[in-house]
């Protein structure tokens, strides 16, 4: 699943620990979703989604 997170990260220039600890995963969890390793849960993706401020589809295609 493609997504925009690290787009967004960057945009908003917060580092993969700092969107962790605030939707409460590890760095590496961000990393994996980032590189398309690892598809996150439905809620972790309503967070990443509410973190900046997009839809849920607008964050993952």
Do not use: C
């Not at 409460?24 to 972790?44: F, H, M, W």
Request: proline letters at 2%; charged letters at 35%.
């Amino acid at each position: 699943m493609k997504n925009k997170i690290r787009e967004l990260r960057k945009k908003k220039n917060i580092s993969q620990a700092e969107l962790s600890k605030s939707v409460g995963v590890s760095r590496q969890t961000i990393n994996a979703i980032e590189n398309d390793k690892y598809d996150p849960t439905l809620s972790l993706a309503f967070k990443l989604a509410k973190q900046f401020d997009v839809t849920v589809d607008e964050l993952f295609s």
